[in-house]
């Protein structure tokens, strides 16, 4: 016996307003591409999508490395002066 799983990719509708500028350039790449309008728009924000993640990534590891770094530094403090009582 064989079962088969799928997923289906379902889609929101959304009204878009856009500036004038940005459209008629994507109109036109669109024509160069040959790419469907609802696909392009898509993948334009999944890719914008991951380039957010990213950003909120290592803005995210930026405020841990200070924190790591800040309590390095007290430990290190914390060791001088043990260095010191001799």
């Known amino acids: 016996m064989v ?11 959304l009204s878009l307003k856009m500036d004038e500028k940005i459209y008629q350039e994507t109109e036109r790449i669109l024509s160069k591409v040959r790419k469907n309008r609802n696909r392009y728009i898509n993948e334009a924000v999944e890719f914008y999508n991951l380039l957010q993640k990213r950003k909120l990534l290592a803005k995210q590891l930026q ?7 800040d309590e390095s530094m007290k430990i ?6 043990l260095g010191h009582e001799d």
């Open 3 to 13: 079962y088969a799983f799928y997923t289906f990719n379902t889609m929101k509708s």
């Open 63 to 69: 405020k841990e490395s200070k924190q790591v770094r």
């Open 76 to 81: 290190l403090a914390d060791f001088e002066k």
